[in-house]
């Protein structure tokens, strides 16, 4: 049986990707195997929205080459759909493909089997104005199951590159999305994480039809053996009044927003081409709280965006703890070549950019703490998904609390209902009440 190995970089997307193509290959009769073991095939899912992940994508090329200089080494994702020419200079790439025709992936690699040279399937993203099919049933020894819906985005925020390396937005039909969340509720998931790189554009580009990403949370809620629904990503001004109103209708919705908010200042939000203002976003997060008191609402923050000066950050900082996010994702600014803000002037220099990023690392610490805390004592339904030593199981809330717990019992893929009793730096440790 050969053997293949897959290493993700980057978004939730490439990790959805990722398992979708692995199990192509199983089809073919390919056993998945660890990444840092000898392989027949290795398969690197890139990431391109950073120079970090840039080269970290280089680096793992490199490594599983020198895994087993015999394999086939299949690249594929956003750096290379973007970056072609950097990845076939690297020696003993077998195939190297886009953002686009992943569904080809273990035919390719067996053409590239019969040959010595490179199998390049790059086509021009901006024209693909259809989703690409790659579903997956999923494997029951996990709990939360990633179904993507949509891919592309039209934003063109002034820091970012994915609207180039993902094309415009597509989305999915509503029917592939069902038939696949009711395979991934007879493999045994009871939580569905829905996810795509502009989730709240779903159903944008149907044209003639009134389908939107309300809809198809509330089919999938109908799906019996789905527990859980949650949202990857959703940006604030997508969080109309009609929408949350639905959701708070819906009982299996976990309440757990994150809403990507990039910057607290309204000048810098303007020079990033975000489309709100402070006072906007406020609005959105003020009526989630109207409506779900319990909800945690996490964020992105980049910090060091080109011009963005001392009192600009602490206008996001203030900001930042006005809102009481739950946790912040915080990423310092790295320059991208092909957007506005790599020509930017006034660009921010490294050490102060670590600086920032490390005030809003230990706010948001604070922040998370701060969030559990109003939690002990509470009876919470934690759906648990992993077992470690000595019987501990950990798992989450509805509201994303992590959750510690110690059981004889199995309670692998199980909701149960625990008491929050203690606070211990990122998680809660509780006990299970029986019922």
């Known amino acids: 049986m050969p053997k293949v190995a897959f290493f993700t970089l980057g978004c939730k997307v490439n990790q959805y990707?990722?398992?979708?193509?692995?199990?192509?290959?199983?089809?073919?009769?390919?056993?998945?195997?660890?990444?840092?073991?000898?392989?027949?095939?290795?398969?690197?899912?890139?990431?391109?929205?950073?120079?970090?992940?840039?080269?970290?994508?280089?680096?793992?090329?490199?490594?599983?080459?020198?895994?087993?200089?015999?394999?086939?080494?299949?690249?594929?994702?956003?750096?290379?759909?973007?970056?072609l020419h950097e990845v076939l200079n690297i020696p003993g790439i077998s195939v190297a493909v886009g953002t686009k025709d992943r569904h080809r992936i273990v035919d390719l690699v067996e053409k590239a089997k019969q040959g010595s040279q490179p199998i390049v399937t790059v086509s021009n993203i901006m024209k693909q104005q259809t989703f690409e099919e790659i579903a997956f049933k999923g494997h029951c020894q996990k709990t939360r199951a990633f179904l993507k819906i949509q891919d592309g985005c039209n934003m063109f925020c002034s820091y970012c590159i994915i609207p180039y390396a993902r094309g415009p937005v597509r989305s999915r039909s509503i029917g592939n999305i069902i038939d696949e969340a009711q395979n991934l509720a007879k493999d045994g998931f009871k939580e569905i994480v829905l996810t795509g790189i502009h989730l709240g554009l779903y159903g944008r580009d149907f044209k003639g039809e009134n389908i939107h990403l309300l809809d198809v949370i509330s089919r999938i809620a109908e799906i019996e053996g789905i527990e859980r629904i949650r949202l990857s990503s959703i940006e604030a001004m997508e969080l109309t009044d009609e929408f949350l109103n639905g959701l708070f209708e819906i009982k299996k919705f976990c309440h757990h927003f994150h809403v990507p908010l990039q910057s607290g200042c309204d000048t810098v939000l303007r020079r990033m081409n975000r489309r709100y203002t402070t006072d906007e976003f406020r609005d959105r997060i003020n009526y989630i709280r109207e409506l779900m008191p319990d909800a945690s609402i996490t964020t992105d923050v980049i910090v060091g965006f080109p011009g963005e000066t001392e009192e600009e950050f602490k206008q996001t900082e203030n900001f930042i703890k006005e809102i009481n996010f739950s946790r912040l994702h915080v990423f310092p600014f790295s320059p991208r070549k092909g957007t506005l803000a790599d020509d930017m002037p006034n660009q921010i220099e490294k050490s102060v950019k670590v600086e920032r990023s490390h005030r809003l690392i230990s706010l948001s610490e604070k922040l998370e703490r701060d969030f559990c805390k109003r939690f002990i004592n509470s009876i919470q339904e934690v759906l648990f998904e992993d077992k470690k030593d000595d019987n501990f199981y950990e798992g989450l809330t509805g509201n994303y609390i992590k959750v510690a717990v110690k059981s004889k019992q199995d309670l692998h893929n199980k909701i149960i209902h625990v008491r929050l009793k203690k606070a211990l730096n990122d998680y809660i440790f509780g006990e299970v009440i029986e019922k």
């Not at 095939?41 to 793992?60: D, F, G, L, P």
Request: glycine share 2%; proline share 1%; with cysteine.
């Open 17 to 83: 990707e990722s398992a979708a193509m692995a199990e192509l290959f199983e089809k073919k009769g390919y056993e998945i195997v660890d990444f840092d073991t000898k392989a027949d095939v290795y398969v690197v899912n890139t990431c391109n929205v950073t120079n970090e992940s840039a080269r970290k994508s280089r680096q793992v090329i490199r490594k599983a080459i020198r895994n087993n200089p015999s394999a086939k080494v299949a690249v594929v994702g956003c750096y290379v759909q973007m970056a």
